[in-house]
């Protein structure tokens, strides 16, 4: 039977300075044990701050309401050293520019072994040995320990992320566009471990991209985001190949094939905002 590890009940965000505009408006969606959902929306339609509410990491500017159930706990009604646990032991996130969420000064080695010992009792050879495992998982040769992130190429940086997410093996991986600053071939590189990884240790994924082409290789489930709202979900292949939204009709024409020949047609948000109110 179908289980879900996640599920979000209408989730409102906004600022504490303005109730009346909706950052994330009332949302609700979930995503099935051992399976992939993509978040796919353009730039400011609430993605982030959706991945943020999940492990509770919200500006405090910003003030939610809704019920985040993971495994059917609330993460809302969870008390600061509840969350502090769930993060990175069954839930934990990988964001899109790895040398930011990486200490230039440290080792790639020692930031890997830190992530461990936050929440294992391992002693000092088995962690060394955990950390030579991950390495490899994420196949990055493990002579590269003793890196600095400089020195590693975008993607290996990206690996590196990866390796330290993966440290606890979490129920649940949050990848908010990994694979934006990287370039082509890399991304369906760090794809292809992505999903590799989740099949192996049986977890199921919450990914969020703007790019539909990054959508076909990944997801099970598609949510499809404007405005804070969700406009437009199911199975990848029926949104794909049978879009209702007139977003997501627009947004599938932003996205080019693999040779450039196919012709692109930018969004017209005047044409748009008419096709939505005619609906
Ligand atoms: N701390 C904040 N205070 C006010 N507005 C914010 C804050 N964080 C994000 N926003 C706004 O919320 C909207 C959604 O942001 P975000 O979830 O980051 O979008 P996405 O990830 O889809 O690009 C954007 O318009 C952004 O400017
Ligand atoms: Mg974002």
Known sequence: MKKNILKINKLSINTKVNNEIFLVDNISFSVEEGKTTCIVGESGSGKSLTALSI?????????????ILFNNNDICKMSDSEIRQKRGLDIAMIFQEPMTSLNPVLTIGYQIKEAIAVHSVLQKK???NRVKELLLLVGIPVERVNSYPDELSGGQRQRVMIAMAMSCNPK???????????????QAQILKLLDDLKNKLNMSMLFITHDFGVVEDIADDVIVMFKGKIVERGDVKQVLNKPKHPYTKALLGCVPDALGRKQLT?????????????L
Not at 55 to 66: A, D, F, N, V, Y
């Open 126 to 128: 088995e962690i060394e």
């Open 266 to 278: 930018p969004i017209d948000y005047v044409k748009l905002d008419k096709a939505i109110q005619r």
């Open 55 to 67: 492990i509770r990491l919200l500006s405090p500017q910003l003030k939610m309401t809704g019920e």
């Open 172 to 186: 649940l991986l949050i990848a908010d566009e990994p694979t934006t600053a990287l370039d082509v071939t890399v």
